[in-house]
């Protein structure tokens, strides 16, 4: 009974990680599990060794050296300190305010849209619509983000550019809205320049505030001929 409730919160954090609805890993966010792994893992100590002290301990400091002999090294899989600057969010954000309009549309992937649902929309409420094809979508603040679904990770250069080519009112880009903007943050960097390599958006301005955060705009796409 102990070991199940000691599990469930792993498991709880896990289906809402599945339906994207939290983030899992090495973040602040799941630090509450903790506080149920310490206690499985040091009930698991007692009885590998008979409730004895002295080689509890002792098998204890081992699993701390291995730890950090062959873990992550802390701070390896963070964005360095001086990316972590609220300052480069801080102008990102009035940068969007200042040049993205309501018939514009704001793309970006699931990690990066928790950062604008954050700091875009004041740390408000807002719902989050499932398009049948995957995507999903959001507006605050009389902006509209569309963003990848939990699986799709980061933003390439090959998705967008698939996308931009494939899109119509169907995915929600391109042909519905004013102007398309890509939102890249977060561990993925250099989206926009690897997207300049490519036909098509070599001419793209890239506004970067940081190492880790970037905004540039899709140039625009001429309607489908019609079929008939």
Not at 58 to 63: P, Q, R
Not at 83 to 93: K, P, T
Not at 159 to 180: F, M, N, P
Request: hydrophobic share 45%.
């Amino acid at each position: 009974m102990v070991a199940l409730l000691l599990a469930m919160p792993f498991a709880v954090n896990w289906i809402a990680v599945v339906a994207g609805l939290y983030p899992y890993g090495r973040t602040r966010q799941c630090m509450f599990l903790v506080l149920c792994a310490l206690p499985g893992v040091a009930v698991a100590l007692a009885r590998m060794v008979g409730n004895s002290m002295v080689p509890a301990c002792g098998l204890a400091l081992l699993m701390v050296i291995g730890c950090h002999a062959f873990g992550t090294l802390q701070g390896r899989d963070l964005l360095p300190r001086a990316e972590q600057r609220h300052e480069h969010m801080d102008e990102m954000m009035e940068f969007v305010r200042r040049n993205i309009g309501p018939n514009d549309l704001i793309y970006t992937d699931q990690a990066t849209s928790y950062q604008l649902r954050h700091y875009l929309c004041n740390q408000k409420p807002v719902s989050v619509d499932v398009s049948p094809e995957g995507s999903e979508s959001f507006r605050c603040e009389g902006l509209h983000v569309v963003f990848s679904g939990p699986n799709a990770g980061a933003l390439t250069a090959q998705g967008v550019d698939a996308r931009w080519h494939e899109s119509d009112d169907r995915l929600d880009l391109g042909l519905s809205s004013e102007h398309v903007w890509v939102v890249q943050g977060g561990w993925a960097s250099g989206l926009g320049e690897e997207l300049q390599h490519l036909p098509w958006f070599t001419k793209i301005d890239v506004h970067s505030f940081g190492r880790y955060l970037e905004i540039f705009r899709l140039p625009m796409r001429l309607p489908r001929p019609a079929q008939g």
